[in-house]
């Protein structure tokens, strides 16, 4: 398959971008590496500077990609509060760029992670499972 990796110089975006490598995939990896540098994009992957706000720019119509692993976005939960705009701006506005760039180009196959830090249940209670406010095995209802 033709994989596009979203995110694909960070840490679980380089990884998987070497495993589908090994595999025998094609793989094509964006990212902006504004938390990363491109000597972490492994070998044999075809590597495009790119913020994923301009995802449409690779995942063309005629790109020929069939399915793309979304890695891309902000992580630090701490810096999330203090700069929520930008953080839904990366990871929510980056997100829906992809989707409508899927959508274009017709690819219907995608992997995303969350981070689950970032939920949060309001009603958290005394649950042993709940620290700091925060659950991390259920979604926010
Ligand atoms: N690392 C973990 O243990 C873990 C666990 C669960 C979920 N996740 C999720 O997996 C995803 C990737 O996590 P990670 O640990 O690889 O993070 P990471 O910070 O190592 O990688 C994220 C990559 O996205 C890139 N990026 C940031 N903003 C961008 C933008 N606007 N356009 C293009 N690229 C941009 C960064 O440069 C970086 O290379 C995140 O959604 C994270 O929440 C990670």
Redesign the pocket.
Known sequence: MKILV????????SIVSAMLVDAGHSVVA???????DAS?VPAGVEFIR????QVATVLTPDSGFDAVLH?????AAGESVQKPGLYWH??TG?SLSLLVAMRAAGVRKIV?????R?LRQPDAGADPGIRDGRRADQPVR
Do not use: W
């Not at 790119?50 to 706000?53: E, G, L, V």
């Open positions: 979203t995110g694909g110089a960070g840490y679980i975006g964006i990212d902006d590496l504004s938390t990363s972490g790119c913020d994923i706000s890695f891309a976005g902000l992580i990366v990871n980056g995303f992670l969350v981070l689950r970032g």
